[in-house]
């Protein structure tokens, strides 16, 4: 028995050694069971290992976080746990660092829980001011995405090679600049590259470091500059596994076709999604590469380039096809048979491709199954003419766009029956007709464009009654009726109550707009202007709390208008004009301090012209107050306007002078620097609507509208007013200026020497004044100027001859009796011409009397101040002799020894 105790003894004895081993093999494997618990808090938590939390700390400190989103990264006892930092992810086996998420769509998501959905539109949530190499303590990281974090045009480290276990690296919409960094081929586990969108230098051999990455299957390198390597296609081929290939905007050379390119045998075998948009080439070789890949090939977007000619049937056997965009091409047909087969086709772009014939026949071109599988049609912008057919066969149809074409009749009854539709543009056509009342069975759709068509008739509750989803509307230019009564509830504000863009103009709705007020709260465009409406503006103008554009414009409103609108404070644009509101200006709009255009000409609005435009509205781009009856005298404060690149003041009762702080317009004092169109982006339940802001006034004699390059036109109008004093020499510093319009004040003095200053004028109209003395020389020099009225002043003496002013028709100088010489018929009594050449300069430019003066004075000072002394003061004279000898004595030894030398 006492052996066998013995002997029990000893196995308990074995078993715990066991223990003890094979404790101590687990901490060698997994260093976060060490004896030491580096990595276990008193309560038994498992931790980050303390060299990669700091290297996480350390790589934050390279970071500006305005959002506060990485608060949690911070060394308090409570929270080192990195593993639960956001953005980090650990792995479960060994508590290592393996995944940050970084990028916008993982902060967007953390920054939505923060506000607790309340968000807003942020382009970027980090910004980088160096991204720290400390990074390399993250040895085991295998993903890194940092997406869309600002790094303001920093180069990529280098040690981004030393990364070697990254199998997922985005880098994208970084705004990394400087070299392109090829070290990335040093990491060649890499599955997924994404260097899209930032800002590098031209990438150059590709050749030497991409085929490196053997085990790549998405690649993106969109807006990196590779036009300069020829053998894109060629290096491309090596990558066995790529899936998904983006190089979009890279500016691509048209591909040299090589057979070892197209049969390399490693080449791979089921690329999936290509995209080469934006890239300009004009070589078809690229279709015999794509051939490789019909059964592969699911997404293919040869978007905006400059392809000619038949769309390929090379297209006709990638029969996998899912996306087709070809769109911002140059092709002059289809062939035929490129769609025939394509019946997993569910997405097709030929937009702007400069396609023609009937519709009709285009559709004809799509087989039974691919008219069934068509989810997205886009032929927008094409010379596609005939009737809209019956186009029931698509009965998957989600979005289409005909938009842009020479489309002619009705809008087909058939319409009603595509029940899936989303998204319909049938704008800018020649339409015609009565609207079909099928579209409103449409209970689906969520976008609808009429506009710029034909139709007619009257809205009635059968177009809207079921288009419950839509939410942007837009039936301008057209012919349709619409009454809005008191008496009757019309069925648009009812059924379209989510509706966030509405455009209604130029049509023949009359009537109020009161019964607005309950049903487009959600709204953030309106454009009612050019119809017939009328009646005050309601005051439940508050509810439309996210309005950004109101037009009520070209219609016959009355009464004041309400100071309701000083509470909608996102609005940025803002048109009343021609209507026949009275009253001063509410106070309360300089609450909208996020107003750029200001619009409310031609009404009968009256008082002084209020301060606070100039002192809370200080992003206005635009200012038109013409043809009113504002009075008093031109605040000052509006001279705080520097972003204002049109002001018109005109036709009003404004008195007093010109304010001398014009200079402090700092957007007309700059030349260029300007967009040419004004836009806003208006955020929609679907995405966003870009809206270009108009403005009509009067140019070169004419009205007009402009639109596409009303950013480029800066002007001042202060005419038809009664503006007194001199025209102030500040107006000269507002280079920018392409139209300046004083006439019919009672302005006078003499026009400043400076006028010449404002190269950029097309535009001046003095007329009409008490301006007198000589018409500067200088104004001659402005060569663009096209328009010049100077009739009807005091001007005198004789018209500078050049090759500008004599242009001009004689009426322009019209009014002025003792002005003469060319084009006036009145010839100067005496022969002094006053000729521009290159010798001639103004009284106050460089060369004047003053400078003749002051030289004298110069030489008088100079002079006598250095001999008068030397000839008055005897010991002056005589230091400076002593000088002159030792100087002598000098320079004679120097040459002595020089000439010694070469000796």
């Not at 769509?105 to 968000?119: F, V």
């Not at 886009?378 to 809209?388: E, K, R, T």
């Not at 079909?436 to 068509?453: P, R, V």
Request: proline fraction near 3%; charged fraction near 15%; glycine fraction near 6%.
């Amino acid at each position: 028995m006492e052996g066998d105790r013995i002997r029990i003894r000893c196995l308990n004895k074995l078993f715990r050694a066991l223990i003890v081993v094979f404790t101590l093999l687990q901490c060698a494997v997994n260093p976060s069971l060490s004896l030491g618990f580096k990595n276990i808090s008193s309560e038994g938590v498992v931790r980050c290992f303390e060299r990669e939390r700091e290297a996480l700390l350390a790589f934050k400190h390279g970071l500006v976080d305005h959002y506060h989103l990485l608060s949690s990264w911070v060394r308090e006892e409570h929270k080192q746990d990195c593993c639960k930092w956001v953005g980090v992810h650990c792995s479960n086996r060994t508590n290592h660092v393996t995944q940050l998420h970084l990028g916008w769509y993982s902060l967007n998501e953390s920054y939505s829980h923060q506000q607790k959905g309340d968000t807003q539109d942020i382009n970027y949530f980090l910004q980088g001011k160096m991204m720290s190499p400390k990074l390399l303590e993250l040895q085991h990281l295998k993903y890194l995405d940092l997406y869309g974090v600002n790094f303001n045009g920093a180069r990529l480290p280098y040690f981004i090679g030393s990364l070697s276990n990254l199998r997922h690296l985005d880098l994208s919409y970084a705004s990394f600049g400087g070299r392109f960094p090829s070290q990335v081929g040093n990491l060649t586990h890499l599955q997924y590259l994404d260097l899209g969108g930032n800002d590098f230098n031209s990438a150059e051999n590709l050749n030497s470091w991409l085929p490196l990455l053997s085990s790549l299957t998405y690649l993106d390198l969109s807006s990196t500059n590779i036009s300069n390597v020829h053998d894109w296609l060629e290096t491309v081929s090596k990558l066995p596994k790529l899936t998904n290939l983006m190089l979009r905007g890279c500016g691509l050379p048209s591909p040299v076709i090589h057979s070892s390119t197209l049969f390399n045998i490693n080449s791979s075998k089921s690329l999936a999604h290509v995209d080469l948009s934006g890239n300009q080439y004009t070589s078809p070789s690229t279709y015999l590469w794509l051939s490789n890949y019909n059964a592969s090939l699911i997404h293919l977007d040869l978007s905006d380039n400059s392809l000619t000619g038949l769309i390929p049937s090379v297209v006709e056997n990638l029969t996998s096809l899912v996306y087709l965009s070809l769109s911002q091409n140059k092709f002059d047909a289809v062939n035929p048979h490129s769609f025939s087969s394509l019946c997993s086709l569910q997405k097709l772009y030929l937009g702007n491709t400069s396609l023609s014939g009937q519709f009709s026949k285009f559709v004809q071109m799509l087989s039974t199954c691919v008219q069934n599988s068509l989810e997205t049609l886009y032929l927008y912008n094409n010379h596609l003419s005939g009737s809209i057919p019956d186009l029931t066969n698509f009965s998957s149809l989600k979005e289409l766009d005909l938009s842009g074409n020479q489309l002619s009749g009705t809008i087909p009854e058939s319409i009603g029956q595509l029940s899936n539709l989303e998204y319909m543009d049938l704008s800018t056509n020649a339409l015609e007709g009565v609207v079909s009342e099928s579209i409103g069975q449409l209970s689906n759709l969520e976008y609808m464009d009429l506009s710029t068509n034909a139709l007619e008739g009257v809205g009635s509750e059968s177009h809207f009654s079921n288009l419950s989803r839509l939410t942007y509307l837009d039936l301008s230019s057209n012919l349709l009726v619409l009454s809005f009564s008191c008496n009757w509830v019309p069925p648009i504000p009812s059924t379209l109550s989510h509706a966030s863009y509405l455009d209604l103009s130029n049509n023949n709705i009359s009537g109020s707009i009161s019964i607005l007020c309950e049903a487009y709260r959600s709204l953030k465009f309106l454009n009612l202007s050019s119809n017939n409406l009328s009646g005050e503006l309601t005051e439940c103008l508050t509810h439309f709390d996210h309005l950004i554009m109101l037009d009520l414009s070209y219609n016959a409103f009355s009464g004041k208008i309400p100071s309701t609108v000083g509470s909608l404070y996102h609005m940025e644009t803002l048109k009343l004009r021609s209507n026949r509101f009275v009253g001063e200006l509410p106070s309360s709009f300089k609450n909208c301090t996020s107003l750029k255009v200001i619009d409310v000409g031609n009404n009968q609005l009256s008082g002084p012209i209020p301060k606070w435009l100039g002192v809370s509205l200080q992003n206005l781009v635009i200012l038109m107050l013409s043809s009113n009856n504002f009075n008093g005298s031109m605040p000052s404060e509006l001279c705080r306007l520097t972003k204002i690149q049109n002001l018109d003041v005109s036709v009003n009762n404004i008195s007093g002078a010109i304010p001398n702080c014009l200079s402090n317009l700092t957007a007309l004092a700059q030349i260029g620097n300007s967009s040419p169109i004004l836009q806003h982006l208006l955020s929609t339940n679907d995405g966003y609507v870009v809206y270009q802001d108009d403005a009509t006034f009067i140019w070169k004699g004419r009205m007009y509208s402009y639109k596409n390059t009303l950013g480029l036109v800066k002007r001042i109008d202060f005419s038809s007013n009664r503006l007194t004093g001199e025209i102030p020499i500040e107006i000269t510093y507002l280079v920018g200026l392409i139209s300046l319009n004083l006439s019919i004040n009672g302005l006078t003095g003499e026009l400043t020497t400076k006028i010449g200053k404002l190269q950029a004028l097309e535009i001046l109209d003095l007329s009409r004044n008490q301006i007198d003395g000589r018409i500067p020389t200088s104004l001659a020099r402005i060569d663009r100027l096209s328009v010049l009225d100077l009739s009807y002043n005091n001007f005198i003496g004789k018209i500078p001859t050049g090759t500008q002013l004599q242009s001009f028709d004689p009426s322009n100088y019209a009014g002025n009796p003792q002005l003469c010489g060319p084009p006036l018929q009145n010839m100067c009594d005496d022969q002094q011409e006053t000729v521009i050449s290159s010798n001639e300069e103004e009284k106050d430019e460089l060369i004047t009397w003053g400078f003749y003066v002051s030289m004298a004075l110069g030489f008088i000072v100079g002079f006598w101040g250095v001999c008068g002394s030397l000839i008055f003061i005897r010991q002056w004279r005589y230091s400076y002799i002593r000088f002159l000898n030792v100087l002598n004595d000098w320079l004679y030894l120097r040459l002595i020894l020089i000439k010694r030398h070469f000796n």
